[in-house]
C-alpha cells in the first residue's frame, strides 16, 4: 500500500481499482480542501456497482458529517471512505486513522437507533483490523456506530478497551460525533500514530473457511484472504502448481492426478474452493467441480454461497432468488457421493468437468466399504471397485484431458471403511498408468499412511514432487499457528513435547482445563466479542455426557449450528446443542468448549479407547478403530481460532458409568502438560 500523501496524489490521476482497499483514501487536510462533489465522483469511480440513489445519497451523509467532525483536526490525520475487508467481505465505511488511534466508523444514515446487530458489525470490523492489519496491531481501534437520526443525547458509554487494545463500541450522532472522537483523543492520550508508516502495513487475514469461500465466490483472489507472511510455502505458490499442471494436462494433452498435503487447518480446502471458484462457468472448458464427502461441510458451504449470492444480488440491482442461487452453487460444490451416482447413471458418458477436486480424499471408502453400500443401499450387487478407484475412471472417460486433485488431511480417518490415501495410488498403479502423478514429498510422514502405497509408483512413468504442493503452517488459528503441533504431542504423550509446544502458544491462545461445564459457558461468553462464534464440540462416542444435558444421538443441523445467529437456539452460541466430530471436521469456531467424556481416557499405560453400549463401557480393541477415537478427539481439539476450554467431568460415584476414576487421569494429565485450571 502507499502511502497516503503517494495515495492521494495517486488517486488524482488513477481511480483505485475494484480490488484496492478503499474507495476514496486522502489526508485530513487534503479532504477539506476537496469539494463534496469530488469526494462523491471519486467514490462512485471506484464502485463496480451501479450507484444507486440510496448510495449516493449515504456517501453525501457520511461526508457533511465527517466534514463537521474533523473542521479542527489536524490535518496529517487520514480519512479513508469504503475500505475494503475481503476477509468478510465487506467494506468499512469511514476510517480515521487520528491521534493515537484507528477509529472505524459504521453510518446508519437515518437511523434512530443503535442495533445490537450494528454494534457487533463495527466491533468484528475493528477486531479484523487489530488482528489482521500489521500496523494496526499495536494501535489502539476504536469502533463507532453513527446513527444519523438518533437523539442527540449522551449515547455512549465509558471508554473502555480490552487487553488487546480494542475499545468497546461507542455510539455517535451527527451531532456528537465531535465530541466523542475528543473524548476518545482525551483518554487515549500518548504518541501519535505516523500516519505513513500506519498505510504501509500489511493486510494479512486469516479467514474460517466460510468467509472465504465468500470472498472467492464474490471474486476476491486466493492472495488477497491469505496470510503472506506465514514461513512455509503459502497457499498462492500451491495454486500456482495446480493451475500450472491444469494447463500442461490441457494443452498436452494428457491427465495428470495432484496429491496436495496439509496439517490441520492449513487452507487445503481454500485450495479447492479456490480452484472451483475460478472455474465454475460452465461454457468453459476448464470448469471445475469441488467435491467432498464431508456431508456438513457441503450443506453449509452451499447455503452460505446461496444466502451472500442473492444478498449481493439484491445490492447491484440483478435479483437472484435464493432457490436460483442454490442451484447455481450446487453446480459445482458437490457431496462426491452424489458425484459417483451422476457417474453411474450416465454409463460410459464422461462427466461435464475436467478438473475434479476432492477434499478430505484420504476419506474416500474402499472396496469394501463401497460394495457393501452399493449393493445395500443401490442394488448394484457386482460393484467391484473402490471408490478412488471409479473416481478416477470417471475422469478418464475424457477422450483428451482431465485433471483430479486430492486434498489430503493428516490424522483426520474418523469413520469405518475410509480407505486412507494408499488406495488413490493403487488404483493409479494398477489401472491407470497413464496419467502423470503430481506429489507432496510429505505423502511419505506417518499421519498421511501412504509410506508403504508410495513403494508402488516406483516404476510409474510419469512422476513428479513439488514441495509447493505441501502446507505445513495452520492457518485456522492467527493468534498461534503450531496448536496442531501441541495436539498432536499431547495426544501422542510425547511430555516434553507438549509442555514445549504449550508454552510457546499459551500466551497468544488461551487454552484453558475447568471440570464445570457451566464455568467453561461462561468463559466462552466472555471470551467471545462481536460475532465472533463459539461453540460445543464433543466425540460422537461421548453417550455419558446426558447428565450434563449433552445427548450425541440427537443429531443437530450443521446449517442452523455454523450460520444461525445468537438469538437463535439451535445456533453454536446457544451452548445447548453439542456438534461432533463428524460436524466439525473442516470448519472453525473462534472459540471452542471441548467436553471430555470417558470414551478416551487417558492411563498409566497410554490412552484407552472406550464404546458404551447397553449399560456399560466396552473397550475397543481394533486398532483401527483405536486410531478413528484418537482422530475425532484431533479434530475437536483443532477447531478452534482463537482459543480453547477443555472440561472433563467430575463423574459420579454413585454412578457406575460415570465414576471420578472414569476422567480423574485425564484431567491430571492436561493439568500435568501444563494446561491452566479455570
Not at 43 to 48: G, H, K
Not at 292 to 300: A, D, R
Not at 448 to 462: E, N, R, S, V
Request: proline residues 4%.
Amino acid at each position: 500500500m502507499l502511502p497516503w500523501s503517494d495515495m492521494a496524489d495517486a488517486l488524482q490521476q488513477h481511480p483505485i481499482p475494484r480490488l484496492d482497499r478503499a474507495y476514496y483514501a486522502s489526508s485530513i487536510e487534503a479532504f477539506r480542501a476537496e469539494s463534496d462533489d469530488t469526494v462523491l465522483g471519486r467514490l462512485a469511480r471506484s464502485s463496480s456497482f451501479a450507484i444507486e440513489p440510496t448510495q449516493r445519497d449515504a456517501w453525501m451523509a457520511q461526508i457533511t458529517v465527517m466534514r463537521a467532525a474533523l473542521a479542527q483536526a489536524p490535518g496529517n490525520g487520514l480519512i479513508a471512505f469504503e475500505f475494503a475487508v475481503p476477509r468478510m467481505g465487506k467494506r468499512i465505511d469511514v476510517l480515521l486513522v487520528l491521534g493515537a488511534a484507528v477509529y472505524v466508523l459504521e453510518f446508519k444514515v437515518g437511523q434512530r437507533e443503535f442495533g445490537a446487530d450494528a454494534l457487533n458489525q463495527v466491533w468484528d470490523y475493528a477486531l479484523d483490523m487489530k488482528n489482521f492489519h500489521s500496523t494496526s496491531h499495536r494501535a489502539t481501534i476504536v469502533p463507532v456506530l453513527v446513527a444519523t437520526a438518533a437523539e442527540d443525547r449522551a449515547v455512549q458509554a465509558v471508554i473502555a478497551s480490552d487487553h488487546d487494545g480494542v475499545v468497546r463500541p461507542l455510539c455517535a450522532t451527527a451531532a456528537t460525533l465531535t465530541g466523542l472522537l475528543r473524548s476518545v483523543e482525551e483518554w487515549c492520550a500518548g504518541t501519535a500514530i505516523d500516519a505513513r508508516q500506519w498505510a504501509v502495513g500489511r493486510y494479512s487475514p486469516t479467514p474460517t473457511i466460510i468467509e472465504a469461500a465468500l470472498a472467492l465466490y464474490g471474486g476476491h483472489r486466493v492472495e488477497d484472504i491469505s496470510r503472506r507472511e506465514a514461513e512455509a510455502i503459502n497457499l498462492t505458490q500451491t495454486t500456482a502448481r495446480i493451475d500450472e499442471v491444469i494447463r500442461a494436462a490441457r494443452s498436452g494433452p494428457h491427465k495428470a492426478i495432484c496429491f496436495v498435503t496439509g496439517v490441520p487447518g492449513a487452507g487445503k480446502t481454500l485450495v479447492g474452493l479456490d480452484i472451483a471458484t475460478k472455474h465454475h462457468d460452465k461454457a468453459s472448458e476448464l470448469y471445475s467441480v469441488f467435491l467432498s464427502g464431508n456431508g456438513p461441510l457441503v450443506k453449509i458451504l452451499c447455503e452460505a454461497l446461496a444466502r451472500d449470492r442473492a444478498e449481493r444480488s439484491r445490492a447491484s440491482g440483478k435479483r437472484v432468488t435464493l432457490g436460483e442461487a442454490r442451484s447455481e452453487v450446487r453446480a459445482f460444490i458437490q457431496n462426491v457421493h452424489h458425484f459417483r451416482d451422476e457417474c453411474i447413471r450416465d454409463g460410459t458418458r464422461p462427466p461435464v468437468e475436467h478438473v475434479a477436486l476432492f477434499d478430505e480424499a484420504q476419506r474416500a471408502w474402499n472396496l469394501e466399504q463401497t460394495a457393501a453400500f452399493m449393493q445395500r443401499k443401490k442394488g448394484h450387487t457386482n460393484f467391484a471397485m473402490s471408490e478412488p478407484a471409479f473416481l478416477i475412471s470417471c475422469m478418464d472417460r475424457h477422450p483428451d484431458w482431465a485433471v483430479i486433485v486430492c486434498l489430503v488431511g493428516g490424522g483426520q480417518e474418523i469413520n469405518t471403511g475410509e480407505a486412507g490415501i494408499g488406495e488413490w495410488l493403487r488404483a493409479i498403479r494398477s489401472d491407470f498408468p497413464h496419467w502423470h502423478v503430481h506429489l507432496s514429498p510429505h505423502l511419505t510422514d506417518t499421519e498421511y499412511a501412504a509410506g508403504d502405497a508410495l513403494g508402488l509408483l516406483a516404476g510409474h512413468k510419469y512422476v513428479q514432487t513439488h514441495e509447493s504442493l505441501h502446507l505445513s503452517v495452520s492457518m485456522r488459528s492467527f493468534r498461534a499457528e503450531h496448536v496442531s503441533g501441541w495436539v498432536k504431542a499431547m495426544l501422542d504423550i510425547d511430555r516434553a513435547a507438549a509442555r514445549s509446544s504449550f508454552a510457546s502458544i499459551r500466551d497468544r491462545y488461551p487454552i484453558v482445563l475447568t471440570r464445570d461445564l457451566i464455568q467453561a459457558k461462561a468463559w466462552l461468553r466472555e471470551r467471545a466479542r462481536g460475532n465472533e462464534r463459539y461453540g460445543m464440540v464433543v466425540s460422537s462416542q461421548a453417550q455419558r455426557l446426558k447428565p450434563h444435558a449433552i445427548d450425541v444421538r440427537v443429531d443437530i443441523d450443521p446449517v442452523h449450528w455454523f450460520l444461525h445467529p445468537r438469538e437463535d437456539v439451535r445456533s453454536s452460541f446457544y451452548l445447548e446443542d453439542a456438534a461432533t466430530e463428524f460436524h466439525v471436521q473442516g470448519l472453525e469456531v473462534d472459540w471452542a468448549c471441548v467436553v471430555w467424556d470417558g470414551d478416551f481416557r487417558h492411563t498409566l499405560a497410554g490412552w484407552e479407547h472406550w464404546s458404551f453400549r447397553g449399560d456399560r463401557w466396552q473397550r475397543i480393541r481394533k486398532v483401527e478403530r483405536q486410531a478413528y477415537l484418537k482422530n475425532a478427539y484431533r479434530v475437536l481439539l483443532t477447531r478452534a481460532r482463537q482459543g480453547m476450554v477443555v472440561v472433563v467431568p467430575k463423574g459420579d460415584a454413585s454412578d457406575p458409568t460415570r465414576t471420578p476414576g472414569i476422567y480423574d487421569a485425564t484431567f491430571e494429565y492436561l493439568r500435568e502438560i501444563g494446561v491452566p485450571v479455570l
